[in-house]
């Protein structure tokens, strides 16, 4: 009898050390795959590392881009080529590219930088946004519904606030999303019309509602600023907090 105990505590023991390896080892499983997970973010992360200012000719991107970086007001024209500088706040800092405002150029620019993309600051002229509201929709639908723009902070800087004539951040916003409202209602029925299994409809926004920023996937926010004024407090702090 003795012997059959001693075998059983024996059988007891070799199952109780089996299970202990058995959780040691999914406990290690578990912190591999955290491991895993943890370096693919961060990897993924420091991928993304510009900001990118963007909109139409003439709403204000070279100032704005020569204020953040040097603190003063360039002689502007019309660039052809993008502005790449180094946006620093105290030890921290990130690469800032201004990308054309010309239509013939700009999606060359904005491709090549989109896939590295923390944030993209959209301007918009405050003062002939009523005017332009088609042309600053349909760029804007552009780029927050390309695929690579989704995991992106989007600033809409309404510049030019220095100007007697400049239209509020809730005026430039209600403006927008009446228009982006009808842009999407364009592109979706010209895309539907189109047979061609390789072309997808984008729908930005919540099917059956009006157009609303507050409907995208994206953190999109609207802030007023004076590029020429040196304004940009605002910026300079949604620059910051995602350094």
Same mark, same amino acid.
């Given at each position: 009898? &003795?012997?059959?105990?001693?075998?059983?505590?024996?059988?007891?023991?070799?199952?109780?050390?089996?299970?202990? @390896?058995?959780?040691?080892?999914?406990?290690?499983?578990?912190?591999? @795959?955290?491991?895993? $997970?943890?370096?693919? +973010?961060? #990897?993924?992360?420091?991928?993304?590392?510009?900001?990118?200012?963007?909109?139409?000719?003439? #709403?204000?991107?070279?100032?704005?881009?020569?204020?953040?970086?040097? #603190?003063? /007001?360039?002689?502007? =024209?019309?660039?052809?080529?993008?502005? !790449?500088?180094? +946006?620093?706040?105290? %030890?921290?800092?990130?690469?800032?590219?201004? $990308?054309?405002?010309?239509? %013939? !150029? %700009?999606?060359?620019?904005?491709?090549?930088?989109?896939?590295?993309?923390?944030?993209?600051?959209?301007?918009?002229? #405050? !003062?002939?946004?009523?005017?332009?509201?088609?042309?600053?929709?349909?760029?804007?639908?552009?780029?927050?519904? &390309?695929?690579?723009?989704?995991?992106?902070?989007?600033? $809409? *800087?309404?510049?030019?606030?220095?100007?007697?004539?400049?239209?509020?951040?809730?005026?430039?916003?209600?403006? *927008?999303?009446?228009?982006?409202?009808?842009?999407?209602?364009?592109?979706?029925?010209?895309?539907?019309? !189109? &047979?061609?299994?390789?072309?997808?409809? /984008?729908?930005?926004?919540?099917?059956?509602? &009006?157009?609303?920023?507050?409907?995208?996937?994206?953190? /999109?926010? =609207?802030?007023?600023?004076?590029?020429?004024?040196?304004?940009?407090?605002?910026?300079?702090?949604? @620059?910051?907090?995602? *350094?």
């Amino acid at each position: 009898m &003795d012997r059959i105990n001693e075998k059983s505590n024996g059988n007891d023991a070799i199952e109780q050390e089996a299970g202990d @390896i058995s959780q040691i080892l999914i406990a290690l499983i578990a912190g591999l @795959i955290i491991l895993v $997970i943890f370096f693919i +973010y961060k #990897s993924r992360s420091s991928s993304r590392r510009h900001f990118i200012l963007t909109g139409l000719c003439d #709403s204000g991107k070279s100032v704005v881009f020569t204020q953040l970086l040097y #603190s003063k /007001v360039p002689e502007t =024209f019309t660039s052809i080529a993008e502005n !790449v500088g180094t +946006y620093q706040a105290g %030890r921290l800092s990130a690469p800032l590219v201004d $990308i054309p405002g010309h239509e %013939r !150029v %700009r999606d060359k620019f904005f491709d090549q930088y989109k896939n590295t993309t923390k944030g993209v600051i959209f301007l918009v002229d #405050s !003062v002939t946004i009523q005017k332009d509201v088609r042309d600053v929709a349909d760029f804007l639908y552009t780029i927050l519904s &390309d695929p690579a723009i989704s995991p992106c902070s989007i600033l $809409i *800087l309404c510049n030019k606030q220095d100007e007697e004539m400049a239209k509020s951040a809730q005026v430039i916003k209600t403006l *927008l999303e009446k228009e982006m409202n009808t842009v999407r209602k364009t592109r979706t029925s010209k895309l539907q019309s !189109v &047979d061609d299994s390789e072309n997808k409809v /984008v729908f930005l926004g919540k099917e059956g509602k &009006d157009f609303e920023f507050s409907h995208l996937s994206q953190n /999109v926010q =609207f802030y007023e600023g004076s590029g020429k004024n040196n304004d940009l407090a605002n910026l300079s702090d949604w @620059i910051d907090r995602m *350094l």
